[in-house]
């Protein structure tokens, strides 16, 4: 028997996503495998810097947390065209889970994501996975919750410091 632990793959820089939060660095690994078109807008977004200062505007505990929306509202987009869904894959919503928001038709997804705080099986098949959070989970624990989507807030939502491709947390 050894006692070598299995080392975890490199990541892809340009296939890797960092969130930069008040608590931290949340590490994202970009699936274009599953999701091309999704994770090709937010590579085009980060670029340019779209999701810097935009607030997670609802936070639910035991679910997710949302941004993504720069007028904070959950109905702002980019000024890009909606994206067809892409999830016709098997992956599943799991804790760190990265999805694309939508309204109620399914190709209607533009900037706005979520990171799922829990498994969400009833999503699974539903709305399109783009990202995993490989590295910083405790960060998206400490997310605010609340919404602001026209409901009164006690406090300022937490907001996206910088988003950027790489894979140098520092």
Do not use: C
């Not at 190709?107 to 706005?112: D, E, F, G, H, L």
């Not at 979520?114 to 997310?143: N, R």
């Amino acid at each position: 028997m050894s006692d070598t632990v299995t080392a975890q793959p490199a990541l892809d820089p340009a296939n890797t996503l960092i969130l930069t939060l008040k608590d931290g660095k949340v590490v994202i690994q970009l699936l274009p495998d599953i999701a091309p078109k999704h994770v090709e807008r937010v590579k085009l977004l980060v670029s340019e810097h779209f999701y810097d200062g935009t607030p997670f505007h609802r936070v639910i505990e035991g679910f997710m947390a949302q941004g993504g929306d720069p007028t904070g509202t959950g109905t702002g987009g980019s000024k890009y065209g909606d994206l067809p869904a892409e999830f016709t894959n098997r992956r599943k919503f799991l804790r760190g889970t990265v999805g694309a928001a939508r309204s109620q038709s399914p190709n209607s997804a533009n900037s706005q994501f979520y990171i799922m705080f829990a498994p969400a099986p009833h999503l699974d098949g539903q709305y399109t996975i783009w990202g995993q959070v490989v590295q910083g989970m405790d960060v998206v624990d400490k997310i605010k919750r609340g919404s602001g989507g026209g409901g009164i807030v006690a406090a300022p939502p937490d907001r996206i410091i910088t988003a950027r491709l790489g894979t140098d947390p520092q």
